[in-house]
T-cell receptor, first 112, second 115 residues
Framework: TQLLEQSPQFLSIQEGENLTVYCNSSSVFSSLQWYRQEPGEGPVLLVTVVTGGEVKKLKRLTFQFGDARKDSSLHITAAQPGDTGLYLCAGMGRAGANNLFFGTGTRLTVIP | NAGVMQNPRHLVRRRGQEARLRCSPMKGHSHVYWYRQLPEEGLKFMVYLQKENIIDESGMPKERFSAEFPKEGPSILRIQQVVRGDSAAYFC?????????????FGEGSWLTVV
């Protein structure tokens, strides 16, 4: 089993603030995906990162894959109440692998 | 283009009954995965299937659980003689292919409650 630890586990911030969520592992992943999950619904894919050091931007969200492909971060600029949710990172163990290892999750609350 | 479709969304079963969860992958996707999310826990891989084949069932409990993806029709996750500990959200996911950067899309889940 390849473990992914996310931090912080819970985060409550005011609207307009910036935040960073971390996803760390001692294992190397061939790719890593970030999802957001609302209560009672399935995870919705935000981004897939593949190359070590890769940075992807999705509006106010910036995703980075560590150089060694063991860790990743999600940075949100000027958070809005609509960003509230459970953020999950998930790593693919090796090229051609068939299952994702999910992180422990970060529950974000943005207060208006 | 419809996403991954799961049904039923909610299912209540008494202990000892059978639960059948169905999943239709996204159009053009031939790879199906089942994950389980226990209350207050993360998603855990259960099984990976392609049409008519189980490729990896390393995450499936050894007894009572089975999965299939027939040539025609949806993938089925079957739980026999359910127990309270089976209560969880079961998510199906699909992808077009394997390989680096392969993106996996999830359905909205089937919530099983065993009473």
């Amino acid at each position: 089993t390849q473990l992914l630890e996310q931090s912080p586990q819970f985060l409550s911030i005011q609207e307009g603030e910036n935040l960073t969520v971390y996803c760390n592992s001692s294992s190397v992943f061939s790719s890593l995906q970030w999802y957001r999950q609302e209560p009672g619904e399935g995870p919705v894919l935000l981004v897939t990162v593949v190359t070590g050091g890769e940075v992807k931007k999705l509006k106010r969200l910036t995703f980075q894959f560590g150089d060694a492909r063991k860790d990743s971060s999600l940075h949100i600029t000027a958070a809005q109440p609509g960003d509230t949710g459970l953020y999950l990172c998930a790593g693919m163990g090796r090229a051609g692998a068939n299952n994702l290892f999910f992180g422990t999750g970060t529950r974000l609350t943005v207060i208006p | 283009n419809a996403g991954v479709m799961q049904n039923p969304r909610h299912l209540v079963r008494r202990r000892g009954q059978e639960a059948r969860l169905r999943c239709s992958p996204m159009k053009g996707h031939s790879h199906v995965y089942w994950y389980r999310q226990l209350p207050e826990e993360g998603l855990k891989f259960m099984v990976y299937l392609q049409k008519e084949n189980i490729i990896d069932e390393s995450g499936m409990p050894k007894e009572r659980f089975s999965a299939e993806f027939p040539k025609e029709g949806p993938s089925i996750l079957r739980i026999q003689q359910v127990v309270r500990g089976d209560s969880a959200a079961y998510f199906c996911a699909s992808s077009p292919d394997r390989g680096v950067g392969n993106t996996i899309y999830f359905g909205e889940g089937s919530w099983l409650t065993v009473v």
